[in-house]
């Protein structure tokens, strides 16, 4: 289904910047947008599924957490640390629990809603999902990050798998949290996870990580995937419901951008800020305890306007990413796409 449809893809973005008006005003123009069903309830998820059908009969996905193992870790010390963060922004930390986020009650709705596509992150579902959403007429897609991972993937029933390089930002799609390196597990840019993963299963890729042109397109058609995912190119678009701040910041253009587990627990890549710097080293792997833990923190100071302990997603190159209305943003990119294309050929004499 996806593979029929424009080869560009929203990427679903948890947290509020992926709203039913971006994803169906993507999908509106033959290209598929994602909600991002991390962090919601069931009932909220239910209204999106709903509000998005009110404003396309175009297909679209859902993208579903799968919740990991309890991490038995320590996690005093950083209860401490982030206690103090609190207390400069005049709030209470939160509590540092563990959940699923209601990952099967939302695997019954979108069974209920026969969502057209259903992408997961953080794991693979089980093969026994997998064959439910298939006897639904549901596509599923798996986001992967090495070609060990694909394969898991593929033999639990994936039609799809979006490999992620580690170019992207927010959270990095590992299976396995890795607490020994920064990144969760090994560090792949896009295309050469692309072209590994292809040269491993015989399944259609969506390449995900720091693309934000239609040059960007073409180099991943060309590298062996079906499509290309943008989730940094659509936060500054007119329907995202990216933070003002986080908006100002991506403008700016001038932070770097680093994996962090300081807000969440798992590694994630976003623009460098005081939290991130003084942070990351004392984070532990344990997530979602410190996403729960640091939300308050995160949410007092986006509502005091200081981006200096706000979750910054972004990916490497989202100094390049152009504020438009998303409809406009997927006729650029393909435009820019088939530009880049004829001008490859051109250079190779064709």
């Known amino acids: ?21 971006l994803v169906a005003a993507v999908s509106a123009t033959g290209a598929t947008g994602f909600l991002a069903a991390g962090y919601l309830s069931e009932d909220a998820l239910s209204e999106q599924i709903a509000r998005t059908r009110e404003l396309t009969v175009e297909p679209f996905g859902v993208n579903l957490f799968v919740p990991g193992a ?19 922004y005049g709030v209470e930390p939160g509590s540092p629990h563990w959940d699923d986020d209601d990952y099967q009650a939302k695997v019954e709705l979108v069974l209920a809603e026969r969502v057209p596509m259903v992408s997961f992150t953080f794991g693979a579902p089980e093969k026994a999902t997998v064959q439910r959403l ?18 898991t993937a593929v033999d639990v029933g994936a039609d799809v798998l979006c490999v992620q390089g580690s170019d992207a930002g927010g959270h990095r799609s590992v299976f396995e949290d890795d607490a020994d390196t920064p990144g ?18 015989d399944v ?21 995937a079906a499509a290309a995912q943008f989730g940094t190119a659509f936060l500054l678009a007119d329907e ?29 890549r976003g623009l460098v800020n005081r939290f991130l710097t003084e942070q990351s080293e004392h984070a532990p792997a344990a997530y979602p305890q410190l996403h729960h833990l640091t939300r308050p923190v995160r949410g007092a ?50």
């Open 184 to 201: 969760g597990g090994t560090l792949l840019g896009t295309l050469s996870a692309v072209r590994l993963v292809a040269a491993t299963v």
């Open 70 to 88: 309890r991490n038995p870790a320590d996690l005093s010390a950083y209860v401490e640390r982030v206690g103090d963060e609190a207390q400069r």
């Open 1 to 21: 289904m996806i593979v029929e449809r424009l080869p560009i893809v929203a990427a679903p973005m948890a947290g509020g910047a992926s709203t039913p008006e």
């Open 240 to 268: 995202a419901g990216t933070a003002p701040t986080q908006r100002d910041e991506l403008l700016a253009g001038t932070r770097d951008t680093a994996l962090t587990r300081a807000f969440s627990g798992r590694p994630a």
């Open 134 to 151: 298939h006897a639904t007429g549901t596509e599923v897609i798996v986001t992967v990050t090495t070609p060990q991972e694909a394969r």
């Open 301 to 350: 100071a986006g509502k005091a306007g200081d981006p200096e302990a706000m979750s910054l997603w972004a990916g490497q190159t989202y100094s390049l990413a152009r504020p438009l209305p998303a409809a406009e943003l997927v006729r650029t990119l393909a435009d820019e796409a088939r530009a880049a294309v004829g001008d490859a050929q051109r250079r190779l004499g064709g």
């Open 204 to 224: 259609p890729l969506i390449a995900a990580g720091g693309l934000v042109t239609g040059a960007d397109v073409a180099a991943v058609l060309s590298a062996g």
